[in-house]
């Protein structure tokens, strides 16, 4: 099906070439940021608040500073004096660096210690005395919003609530009327838990400030080098550390996932220490630190609503949010988009019309909120529609997969308007289901299932048929802090052909190395294996936003596409003046230009690359280089097409995941290897969510599951078998005809599941459950619902 018009030597587009990164890898030999030790390199530890909302009342660090090895103890306080202690978040809100008076949420950053051991400043962080005076944290997001509980706010002036923005899309008086008219009206509450990144590697970095020359070197654990860099120079240029001072390096990645793409206040305290003391500064979390204290996923509470006819067409759909956001609004969406591409919640059904509402509050917990493979909140989004989808399918009594190839957008109605204004780039979403119904044996299964249910036994069959949107920009409609969304690509092919390439964006695991590498190979013939892939440095690569939102092959790979074009262009021209004929009589092939209908007259691409730099036509520009800054003039818009079947031990509960096929469609492929290897850990990253993980808080605000041991991360002992395919719609405006894929599966996959155990559950009455289902779950509904008798 992956059509491959280069040759395994070139590994172009479609070739599942071995990831070049994983020689270094595999090996242990990659370069993360604990990996750096620079001369005289000192070490930060943090004092972290036991309560989720106090005054602190004294610090004393006395007892500290006598730890051996300690050097400074830093606190709000010591900020203050430069305007530190607070910084401003991706969403224009606000964060404290460290407290000077409050503390807002469990393990928030108090006090830094500086020392010249890691172990030292460990000590001393434990040495450091804090005296708080407790306050009733409020916990719950429902009751935060209610008029009558008190302002957690007090630092802004005039802040009478807790409410942070409200934010809509759609048509709400056409979407009440059809909603009044509708013969069939479903209505469920869910809520998506706050769900936490594991990355293997945590956050950190070394902040090292040169003295004498002025200049910081920051290397860090960071998704968006660029963007750091400017944030850092618009808040410390006032002491004179301007952009062309800064430089910021993000050395290998150990997985991001959307976690390392805030600013931590752990940043900033180390670069503020390191220029204090003129030394470099380590700090890097460890792993209940990162747990519990980083930026979180998910925490929407939605209200979902569904009308249609009672032979099963969709007619509207009614989306109503709380977000929990914690003390700020510190989630790295877009800044026009407060609650990222939620308003993608129409899915991949053709009904006139939608209206989707978000409210976000401030509670006693840890800010964040766009992470972990949601695409801006495209993973909230599925889950509102594919359940409800399946509700309504439960409702009228009709199969799900029936009710989905009678709603869904047709293929040839792309581009698609949505009720929300998004406009669907290309799709086909009856053949995606089509396939993955045939993959799964879906007819079969519906009858082993009525076989199954007659036994009295549980057996489940759940349809996600989602669309992602993926790519930020365009950059008309998306910024970040009014940086324009697009991305970069820089190629240089040496004088023998071979080349570096460099980007904007920053992989933590995807395999950009090969795949940008694959890119070029295929526009112009250099073998992949030729072809150096660098990111991370903004001394040497071009300004981009970096890699999030599975925005990196809609952008940057777009723009490595488009740069090696001009670099064909250029050779081109140089095969006309080397072969003597005219730029029309040439034909290309991947890695030679040759005369029409002459293929002996020909010049490969190292020979046109090596005429650039010897002997090129008079008033050419030397050289072999190209650049691109790519603006996307849409987003893409990947599907799948997902279907999970369960079994479910009614006595215990325990839920047994025995098939799980997904069918993608991210347009071309690029490495059909690293896309599998993509989906298989994006849908581990969806079993995740809606099966075992979720950070539990109490009513004051502590956290019931801070470690590894309580917060259930799936491991391959958890995941099942995944059977996955593809359905190939290319984006018809992408250079490659690409769409992102990172973040399909995790975006795709849960509803599937809970849908499936929705569906063993159903005869009970059941209809809803909110992820994670757990065993327990399970069970007390069995038990609410009379099953045990
Ligand atoms: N690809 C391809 N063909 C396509 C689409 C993508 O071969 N049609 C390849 C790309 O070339 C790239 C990989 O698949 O090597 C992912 O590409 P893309 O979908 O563009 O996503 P990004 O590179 O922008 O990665 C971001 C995405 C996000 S937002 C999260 S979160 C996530 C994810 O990737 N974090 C990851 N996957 C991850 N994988 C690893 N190992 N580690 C993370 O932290
Ligand atoms: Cu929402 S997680 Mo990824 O966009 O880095």
């Known amino acids: ?55 602190i009342k004294n610090i004393d660090i006395s007892e500290a500073m006598k730890v051996p090895g300690v050097v400074a103890v830093i606190t709000g306080k010591d900020l203050e004096k430069y305007n530190l202690h607070w910084m401003p978040t991706i969403m224009s809100d606000t964060q404290m660096v460290l407290p000077t008076d409050t503390v807002m949420y469990q393990a928030q950053e108090v006090a830094a210690v500086i020392a010249t051991s890691r172990y030292a400043a460990r000590d001393g962080r434990e040495a450091v005395k804090v005296e708080y005076e407790p306050m009733q944290a ?32 759609g048509d709400k008086a056409k979407t009440e009327k059809v909603f009044s008219e509708a013969a069939v009206v479903v209505k469920e509450q869910m809520h998506i838990p706050r769900i936490h990144v594991s990355s293997i590697e945590t956050c950190g970095c070394v902040a090292d400030y040169d003295k004498i020359n002025n200049h910081l070197t920051m290397y860090m654990t960071t998704q968006a080098p660029h963007v750091l860099r400017t944030v850092f120079a618009l808040v410390a240029g006032h002491v004179g550390l301007t952009e062309e001072k800064i430089r910021v390096v993000s050395p290998d990645i150990g997985g991001g996932f ?123 989004a599925v889950h509102a529609i594919e359940r409800m989808t399946d509700r309504y399918a439960l409702e009228i009594g009709k199969d799900p997969a029936q009710l989905r190839m009678d709603n869904f957008i ?81 190629i240089r092919v040496h004088p023998t052909g071979k080349a570096i390439a460099r980007f904007g964006t ?12 694959q890119i070029i190979a295929e526009e112009l013939g250099i073998p992949a294996e030729n072809i150096q892939v660098e990111e991370g440095d903004t001394d040497t690569a071009p300004y981009g936003l970096g890699t999030y939102a599975s925005r990196s092959t809609p952008t940057a790979g ?13 050779a081109r021209k140089i095969a006309a003046y080397l072969l003597e004929v005219s730029e029309d009589d040439l034909e290309w092939e991947p890695g030679k230009f040759f005369v029409k209908g002459a293929p002996e007259k020909v010049k490969t691409i190292q020979e046109l690359v090596f005429a650039a730099y010897t002997n090129f036509p008079q008033g050419m520009e030397a050289g072999f280089e190209a ?36 069918i993608d469609d991210c347009g071309h492929i690029i490495n059909p290897m690293i896309v599998q290897g993509q989906v298989h850990g994006g849908l581990t990253q969806g079993i995740a969510p809606a099966m075992y993980e979720e950070l ?40 490659i005809g690409a769409k992102g894929v990172g973040e399909s599966p995790t975006v795709g996959s849960p509803p599937a599941i809970a849908n499936a155990i929705i569906d063993a559950l159903s005869p009970f009455g059941i209809t809803h459950l909110d992820i994670p289902i757990t065993p327990f779950k399970v069970w007390k509904a069995l038990k609410e619902k009379g099953a045990y008798g």
């Open 1 to 55: 099906m992956i059509q491959c018009k280069t040759s395994k030597a070139i590994s172009g587009m479609g070739h599942s070439m071995k990831r070049k990164e994983d020689i270094r890898f595999i090996q242990g030999r990659g370069h993360y940021v604990d990996d750096i030790k620079l001369d005289g390199m000192l070490y930060m530890d943090i004092t972290r608040s036991p309560y989720a909302y106090a005054k």
């Open 627 to 662: 650049t691109h800054y790519y603006d996307p003039p849409n987003l893409t818009f990947p599907s799948g097409a997902y279907i999970c079947v369960v079994d479910i031990d009614k006595e215990t509960g325990g839920i047994h995941v025995r098939r799980f096929v997904a």
């Open 410 to 490: 047709k293929k040839e109605d792309f581009p698609w308007h949505s009720p929300t204004g998004w406009i669907y780039d290309s799709g086909d979403y009856h053949a995606g289901l089509q396939k993955a119904m045939d993959v799964v044996g879906y007819a079969d299964l519906r009858k082993e299932q009525v076989e199954k249910r007659a036994k009295g036994e549980l057996m489940g069959i759940g349809i996600s048929t989602f669309t992602e949107i993926v790519g930020a920009g365009p950059s008309k409609d998306f910024d970040i802090l009014g940086i324009k969304m697009f991305d970069s690509a820089e």
């Open 138 to 169: 409020l916990v719950d997001p429902f009751k935060a919003m209610d008029p009558s509980s008190p302002v957690l706010r007090t630092d802004k002036p005039g802040k009478t609530d807790n409410h942070i923005w409200h934010w809509e899309a």
């Open 258 to 380: 959307g976690g390392k793409v805030p600013v931590y206040p752990g940043y900033v305290i180390a670069i503020a220490v390191s220029f204090l003391v003129g030394k470099p500064v380590k700090w890097i979390e460890d792993r209940s630190e990162n747990l519990q204290a980083d930026s979180f996923a998910r925490d929407y509470h939605i209200t979902a609503e569904m009308a249609g006819t009672k032979e099963g067409k969709i007619l509207a759909t009614r989306f109503k949010v709380l977000a929990d956001h914690g003390y700020t609004d510190a989630a790295a969406n877009p800044s026009k988009y407060p609650a990222g591409l939620f308003s993608i919640a129409t899915g991949s059904y053709d009904y006139g019309t939608a209206f989707v509402e978000a409210d976000a509050v401030y509670t006693n917990k840890p800010p964040g909120g766009v992470a972990y493979r949601c695409s801006f909140r495209v993973t909230e």
């Open 696 to 735: 539990i808080y109490d009513e004051a605000g502590n956290i019931l599951n801070g470690t590894l041991m309580d917060y259930l991360v799936p491991t391959a002992v958890e995941s099942p078998k995944w059977e996955t395919g593809h359905v190939v719609t290319p984006s018809p405006h992408h250079p």
């Open 558 to 570: 777009a723009a490595a596409a488009v740069a090696a074009r001009k670099l064909r262009d250029k």
């Open 506 to 517: 920053k992989s933590q695991g995807q395999g950009h190395e090969t795949t940008y590498a």
